[in-house]
């Protein structure tokens, strides 16, 4: 088994950044693509980027593309979200996962562990 912990969410204003954090823990995710996700009140929890095993590729939501980037550290085994010029729809619940293989997806039915969440709000 493998548990996730996300941290770093909070309330910022529009235009500003934050940096999300997923420590993994009970076994190395280091072999195993890493992803992203949100969900917003009232909606479906969405993609919002996705990074393989090695950190070689990464792939992004249109809607965060430019603004996002997703890095990963496998010697910590950890994977982060820095978010930059955040946006009120930006606000949602985040949430980390380990995917199935190595590569990169978008596909929610394609990760296997997910973490709590750490809530992000963003004011305009």
């Known amino acids: 088994q493998v548990q996730l912990e996300e941290s770093g969410g909070g309330l910022v204003q529009a235009g500003g950044s934050l940096r999300l954090s997923c420590a993994a823990s009970?076994?190395?995710?280091?072999?195993?693509?890493m992803g992203w996700f949100r969900q917003a009140p009232g909606k479906e929890r969405e993609f919002v980027a996705a990074?393989?095993?090695?950190?070689?590729?990464?792939y992004y939501a249109d809607s965060v593309k430019g603004r996002f980037t997703i890095s990963r550290d496998n010697a910590k085994n950890t994977v982060t979200l820095q978010m930059n010029s955040l946006k009120p729809e930006d606000t949602a619940v985040y949430y980390c996962a380990v995917g199935r293989y190595t590569w990169t997806t978008a596909a929610l039915n394609e990760y296997i562990y997910w973490g709590q969440g750490t809530q992000v709000t963003v004011s305009s």
């Open positions: 990074i393989s095993w090695n950190g070689a590729t990464t």
């Open positions: 009970g076994r190395t995710v280091s072999n195993k693509g």
